[in-house]
Structure formats: structure tokens, C-alpha cells
């Protein structure tokens, strides 16, 4: 059973992943290195793919985490 300070605090730390990864993801678009030439009309470059999937398994896990926080929550 998660305490509820624990079950906030993983509602809190899932909110705050799921709003400040998709911000480093327009930061890394917008980004000359992430495009071997202009920006959404070349090819993505490795520094690009590698940050889509850290970006992508950071906000999957934050939503994880965020429904384990509130249902935690709902069954104190």
C-alpha cells in the first residue's frame, strides 16, 4: 500500500514530467543538430532520434507514473 504523501508525490512528479518533456522535445525540434539540412525538410539526424526515444520512454513512464499516483490516491 503507497502512503498518501507518497501517492502525492507521484501525482505531483507525473504532472511535472508530462509538462516539461513535451518543452525539451520542442526545444530539440527546433534545434539545428536534430536535421542534416533545413529543419522539417531534410532527414532527422541520429541526435534527433535519440532524444525522440528518451522523450518518448520519459513521458511514458510519467503517465505511468501519474495513474499509479491517483489511483494510490482514490484507494486511501
Do not use: C, Q, Y
Not at 7 to 35: E, H, Q, S, T, Y
Amino acid at each position: 500500500m503507497i502512503s498518501k504523501s507518497a501517492a502525492w508525490f507521484l501525482v505531483l512528479a507525473g504532472l511535472f514530467n508530462l509538462v516539461i518533456w513535451p518543452r525539451f522535445a520542442k526545444a530539440i525540434v527546433d534545434d539545428d543538430r536534430a536535421w542534416s539540412g533545413e529543419a522539417f525538410s531534410s532527414t532527422p539526424t541520429g541526435f534527433f532520434w535519440v532524444h525522440a526515444v528518451l522523450i518518448g520512454s520519459a513521458v511514458t513512464i510519467a503517465a505511468v507514473v501519474l495513474v499509479i499516483g491517483v489511483r494510490a490516491h482514490r484507494n486511501r
